[in-house]
Every structure is written in structure tokens, then in C-alpha cells.
């Protein structure tokens, strides 16, 4: 499984920016995308995780700002971050879960909100 990740980039405090990632090759068995994010010096965290159901998981720092959403193709997931905090600074990765105990990653892309 490949992942294409689009968007980032930087931004003012209380703006948006929407990510998106596209997962191709074996996506047969895909249960689950998603997005993390790992800032300096911090370990990698959960930021919001979508299942082939349409379950959707938040941190609790994102709850109310972000949404996670899939696309019609279901191999293909978004976060539109809103109301954005310099905390939110980080490199966000998107990830695939793949039955059984597969997860895959993709190449990681900046986000920089600026106070």
C-alpha cells in the first residue's frame, strides 16, 4: 500500500488548511485511515482515525476543530483542521490500517501555524 499525502503548509492562528491522502496498490482490506502527527522532540500521536464504517476517533485536542472524512472511492481521507493553534505545529502522516495487523505510512507533511 502507497500513501499520497496533499495539503499543509503554513497558516495564521485560527485559520484552516484541509490534508488529503490517497492510498493505492494492495487496498484490498483496508479497515481503517488516518492521520497523526509528531512534533519536535515529541513522540508520534493519533489525531484523528476513520474505520471502513465510517467510525470516526479524535484526540481530545482536536475534538471540535478537525474532522476526518472519506471519499466516495474509500481509499481517500481528508482532515480539515480548523480554528488552528501553533500546538497543532507538527509534521502530519497519514496511515493505513490493512487486515490483519498491517499499517502503512505515508511521507509525512508540514503544518506551521504561526501566533
Known amino acids: 500500500v502507497q500513501l499520497q499525502a496533499s495539503g499543509g503548509g503554513l497558516v495564521q492562528a485560527g485559520g484552516s488548511l484541509r490534508l488529503s491522502c490517497a492510498a493505492s496498490?494492495?487496498?484490498?482490506?483496508?479497515?481503517?485511515m488516518g492521520w497523526y502527527r509528531q512534533a519536535p522532540g515529541k513522540l508520534r500521536e493519533l489525531v484523528a482515525t476513520i474505520t471502513s464504517g465510517d467510525t470516526t476517533n479524535y484526540a481530545d485536542s482536536v475534538k471540535g476543530r478537525f474532522t476526518i472524512s472519506r471519499g466516495s472511492a474509500k481509499n481517500t481521507v481528508s482532515l480539515q483542521m480548523d480554528s488552528l493553534k501553533p500546538e497543532d505545529t507538527a509534521i502530519y502522516y497519514c496511515a493505513a490500517d490493512r487486515w490483519p495487523d498491517a499499517r502503512y505510512w505515508g511521507q509525512g507533511t508540514q503544518v506551521t501555524v504561526s501566533s
Open positions: 496498490g494492495n487496498i484490498f482490506n483496508i479497515n481503517a
